[in-house]
């Protein structure tokens, strides 16, 4: 029992710890692909400690919700990490609190707050990007859904953990048309809610074309750091969503020693260190789109899913 | 459980994979903008079909099958693809939009709704029939895909996207043919595929003349004739 | 033996019809064509007249008395639409385009040859294949004019029907796969109604809406239809001669031949459908016939309305209503080219198919206007046209059955058509003679320098030929062709 709060807790480090670390492999990689040298990988971790040391500068104009976000927006992947197998494919003491769906609306109540906060200031770029962002939530809404339904009606239950179990006992379950079809779904789903190209490019600082980045533009300081940090982390909990539930659900911790907890946190990395290289493969071959065709490309991602539960349901 | 055992056993599975796909390539021609991707969709839609037909040829260990997908290669994934470009002329292939009478997020809503109606009409027929496993995806998806070629022609306004979606739903009759008449006569399964042939030498002719004609392929704007 | 030669001498003259030597050889060799071609099926009909079957190749290439009344059918109006098409090519395409004359006349043969192996063909397959090629081989010649609304006629044309042809292919694949739960059966007409009573009823209503629907687009019937009127006035006049005529025709035999696989099971069902399609599509095409502009479309509207009423009377079954809709059958396909003919030499002489543009033509041509008058009375059903023997035969037949439903309201639509047919007709024909035309027309993309007075000797012969078997019908039934009808009809099953 012991062993599981401990277990629990390294979890919640190791994606506190890397969060960052992910973050800068991803912006250098993709700087690397373009043939430039970019930044160190290390780069954000310097960018969060000069940002705790820098004052913070607060709109007047602004309430309790704007102080709140930073925190809102940093806690919340934090929870959801203590649901989500990371590094154990058992449940461990705290993931009884909460399912997928769950975790969905955990996230979703981060985003909540970092919408409203867009807004608390008067600047006018927060709201114009707060209703974008909430365009793109509210179009990936059905395309979540339709995902969670069918996976925990194949798998049999909303839980992770049993989930990750279905694919991988036996092995021909893995190959499930209906698992391929929402892989596909779920990454158009990943690149729609974590802001990456072709929805949003996260490198803009065109303020009029932002999407994502909007959130953040109003913080200094402490609320700053905590804005990216969150981000990051939020990256990472749906990178370990993805690759733990639905991609790769191998190399988890199996029994209960330490040390073959400790040894499936580089098998971790390295999974989300693969996905990233995907993601910026994918990235710099396609252009960012138009703000209307997002909702035919969430819309090409829902009809993948229907595709995915009808597949299934023809083989029942 | 030796090769042979886990091959049989994942047979159906790569099936119903080729049939999910079969199924997306179907929604991606009502909603693809660019012609020329329209075309390669219709393309990997063909050898999706090739594919179940082979799956389908060693599950029955009917040679048959094997030579039904041989043509579907050479004839739909190649022959045709050619003799559309070639006919229609490459500058409308340049177009990157493609207008429509529905925009592309409702048409891919009523494409969900057509696959679910599909999928309820077949529901009584396999049922009846008693189907394997092999007939419960590709009758419902040939089905389908017979129905939202046939929504394609009506939304789309240009010559080309009409052409390929009546080529869809020729793949989707025989997507759903390689499953429940898959010892039909070879002289019927050739003169059926030298017969798509000539659907897409004819049209694509036609579309030609009509370019000569007005100088672009909207078919769907010619209007000149409608009284009612 | 004689059906495959039919095969082979359809496809010779359309390949010699492209040998550039002369210029009567096109037209010659298809005239002689049609003409070998008309025989061989006389003599097919006679021998199925007797009851029996004319068989080349067992099951794949047969005739039984159906498909031989709808080959002779084919043959006769191929012979004349071929001796009319020699003055009416050699009057309306310039003297000197001989690439486009032979071309013609090639396609002419082809698109001839594939309506001829649709009753000749017993295999299923085979038979969707023949029907898909009518569509494919008459795409060019409906575009024949290469007018910018010929093309858009003909790009409907070959949308729909493909559209349709692909619905009925899925249908028939459905019926194949019924007939795997019954043993030994052959896929073909008769094998499938031996094959019917085994397939689970929902196999059968299934695959029945499908080719109902599928080649319900081809037969032009409510709400399908519309590709019909563009394409069969757009074309030149000898094709619409064939396209409602006979396509259409060939294409409803098809659906009619589905009829008897129900007649053990839910016979009510198919015959439902058929009275509700045939009915909507007759009282659509009667009312839009009123307001037609173009006289070549109030007849192709005329043959929407006439495929409902046999569509109807295959529904209401027994065998009277049978006999009926098989001799309307013959009485349309024949007054339906003498239709389209006389509309021929009416555009020959005003240079116009506008409804409105024309007046006083018994003044203008005489000759055309005759024919035009006695080719709207004939297909509106006036006595002693052999269409009033017709309708009134499904008439009779619908109320000795009780069905006075459908009847009244069949009664109700043909009378509507026949005041719109008569009414456009008569707009036409009397009156000061005045033709006002609103912009240069052209005709074949040469504009109109002067009308003909002079109609080319053949058109004439053609429509002479035509007319007599329109009154005789009326009239008189020949013995053999009594019989021939008969055994047509008690094929279609006691309904």
């Known amino acids: 029992m012991a062993n599981k709060i401990i277990f629990n807790v390294i979890q919640v480090i190791v994606v506190m710890a890397f969060a960052p670390l992910i973050k800068g492999i991803l912006n250098r990689l993709k700087e690397n692909i373009q043939s430039k040298r970019g930044p160190s990988i290390f780069q954000p971790y310097r960018d969060i400690w000069k940002l705790f040391h820098k004052d913070e500068v607060v709109s007047e104009h602004s309430s309790w919700i704007f102080r709140l976000t930073p925190f809102v927006v940093f806690i919340t992947p934090i929870f959801v990490s203590l649901l989500i197998p990371v590094l154990t494919d058992y449940p461990l003491f705290f993931a009884f609190m909460g399912d997928m769906l769950g975790g969905g609306f955990i996230l979703a109540l981060g985003g909540f707050f970092a919408t409203l906060a867009a807004i608390d200031t008067g600047n006018p770029y927060g709201p114009m990007g707060a209703s974008r962002t909430r365009m793109v939530g509210f179009l990936a809404e059905p395309v979540f859904m339709v995902v969670f339904f069918t996976v925990s009606f194949i798998a049999g239950s909303t839980i992770p953990y049993i989930v990750q179990k279905y694919w991988v006992t036996p092995l021909a379950n893995f190959f499930e048309p209906s698992h391929i079809l929402m892989l596909l779904a779920f990454l158009l789903l990943i690149l729609a809610e974590t802001g990456r190209i072709p929805v949003d490019s996260p490198t803009g600082h065109f303020e009029l074309a932002m999407i994502d980045e909007s959130k953040g533009l109003e913080y200094s300081g402490r609320g700053a750091a905590l804005m990216k940090w969150g981000g990051a982390m939020k990256f990472v909990v749906l990178c370990c969503i993805f690759l733990n539930v639905l991609v790769t659900p191998w190399g988890l911790a199996h029994g209960v020693k330490l040390w073959e907890v400790l040894l499936a946190v580089p098998l971790i990395l390295a999974k989300i260190i693969a996905f990233v290289l995907v993601l910026v493969v994918i990235e710099s071959s396609l252009a960012k789109l138009r703000l209307f065709r997002i909702t035919e490309f969430l819309g090409a991602a829902f009809a993948t899913s229907v595709a995915a539960m009808i597949t299934f349901l023809l083989l029942m | 459980m030796n090769g042979q055992d886990l091959l049989l056993s994942v047979l159906p599975k790569l099936n119903a994979l080729a049939g999910g796909i079969f199924l997306l390539t179907a929604f991606g021609l009502v909603a693809i903008r660019q012609m020329l991707t329209c075309l390669r969709i219709y393309v990997f839609q063909s050898l999706l079909l090739a594919v179940s037909a082979i799956i389908l040829g060693y599950h029955n260990a009917s040679i048959h099958l094997y030579l039904v997908a041989a043509l579907t290669i050479a004839f739909k994934s190649m022959l045709i693809p050619w003799l559309l470009r070639h006919t229609v002329g490459y500058e409308n292939y340049a177009k990157r939009e493609i207008s429509q009478v529905v925009n592309i997020p409702t048409s891919l809503l009523i494409a969900v709704a057509i696959a679910i109606f599909s999928y309820c009409i077949a529901s009584p027929l396999l049922v009846a029939a008693g189907a394997g496993v092999f007939e419960k995806i590709n009758l419902p998806v040939g089905m389908a895909s017979l129905l939202l070629g046939a929504y394609t022609v009506t939304v789309r306004r240009e010559a080309v996207p009409q052409v390929l979606g009546i080529l869809a739903m020729e793949n989707g009759a025989f997507f759903a043919g390689v499953s429940i008449a898959s010892n039909l006569p070879l002289i019927a399964e050739l003169a059926a595929a030298f017969d798509v042939l000539i659907i897409a030498l004819v049209m694509g002719l036609l579309a030609m003349k009509i370019h000569q004609a007005i100088g672009k392929t909207a078919v769907g704007e010619m209007i000149a004739l409608r009284e009612e | 033996m004689e059906l495959i030669f039919i095969l082979i001498i359809s496809s010779l003259a359309a390949a010699l019809s492209l040998i550039r030597v002369g210029k009567r050889l096109a037209p010659g060799v298809t005239l002689l064509g049609t003409l070998a071609v008309f025989l061989l099926s006389w003599r097919a009909a006679l021998s199925t007249a007797a009851g029996g079957e004319v068989i080349a190749l067992r099951n794949w290439i047969s005739c039984d008395s159906f498909s031989a009344l709808i080959l002779l059918l084919v043959a006769f109006v191929g012979l004349v639409a071929a001796i009319f098409s020699w003055g009416y090519i050699a009057t309306t395409v310039e003297a000197t385009d001989d690439r486009k004359i032979r071309r013609y006349y090639s396609r002419f043969n082809l698109f001839l040859l594939s309506m001829l192996a649709v009753p000749i063909f017993s295999h299923l397959a085979l038979v969707w294949i023949a029907v898909e090629l009518t569509t494919l081989l008459s795409v060019f010649l409906v575009s024949f004019e290469s007018t910018p609304q010929a093309l858009e006629a003909a790009w409907k044309y070959v949308v729909l029907t493909c559209m349709g042809a692909a619905l009925a292919l899925f249908g028939i694949l459905l019926l194949y796969w019924g007939m795997s739960f019954s043993t030994q059966a052959a896929f073909t007409w008769t094998g499938l109604i031996a094959a019917a009573p085994k397939m689970p009823p929902v196999f059968l209503h299934t695959a029945f809406l499908f080719i109902l629907v599928g080649f319900g687009t081809k037969v032009g019937l409510v709400p399908m239809h519309t590709w019909l009127p563009d394409a069969h006035s757009q074309a030149p006049s000898p094709i619409c001669a064939l396209l409602s005529g006979i396509e259409t025709t060939t294409v409803l035999y098809c659906i009619m031949r589905l009829l008897p696989m129900f007649q053990n099971i839910a016979t009510s069902y198919a015959s439902r459908w058929f009275i509700i399609f045939g009915l909507i599509s007759a009282g659509v095409a009667a009312f839009l016939l009123i307001q037609a502009k173009d006289y070549k479309r109030l007849f192709a509207f005329s043959t929407v309305e006439n495929m409902g009423i046999i569509l109807v009377a295959a529904g209401m079954g027994g065998y009277d209503a049978h006999f009926g809709a098989?001799?309307?059958?013959?009485?349309?396909?024949?007054?339906?080219?003498?239709?389209?003919?006389?509309?021929?030499?009416?555009?020959?002489?005003?240079?116009?198919?506008?409804?409105?543009?024309?007046?006083?033509?018994?003044?203008?041509?005489?000759?055309?206007?005759?024919?035009?008058?006695?080719?709207?009375?004939?297909?509106?059903?006036?006595?002693?046209?052999?269409?009033?023997?017709?309708?009134?035969?499904?008439?009779?037949?619908?109320?000795?059955?009780?069905?006075?439903?459908?009847?009244?309201?069949?009664?109700?639509?043909?009378?509507?058509?026949?005041?719109?047919?008569?009414?456009?007709?008569n707009r036409m024909v009397f009156g000061s003679p005045d033709i006002i035309l609103i912009e240069a027309r052209t005709l074949f993309g040469r504009p109109i320098i002067s009308r003909r007075k002079i109609l080319p000797v053949t058109c004439i012969i053609a429509l002479i030929i035509t007319i007599i078997p329109v009154i005789l019908f009326g009239i008189y039934l020949p013995e053999q062709l009594y019989q021939l009808l008969h055994h047509a009809a008690s094929s279609l099953g006691r309904g």
């Open chain 3, 326 to 425: 098989m001799l309307q059958i013959v009485s349309h396909a024949v007054t339906k080219s003498f239709c389209f003919f006389s509309a021929g030499i009416t555009l020959l002489a005003t240079g116009t198919r506008d409804i409105g543009a024309i007046r006083g033509l018994i003044r203008i041509s005489p000759l055309a206007a005759i024919f035009l008058v006695l080719g709207g009375l004939g297909i509106a059903g006036a006595p002693p046209f052999a269409v009033f023997l017709s309708e009134f035969s499904i008439l009779k037949a619908g109320i000795i059955n009780g069905q006075y439903l459908v009847i009244g309201l069949l009664a109700l639509f043909i009378v509507v058509a026949f005041f719109g047919i008569m009414y456009q007709i």
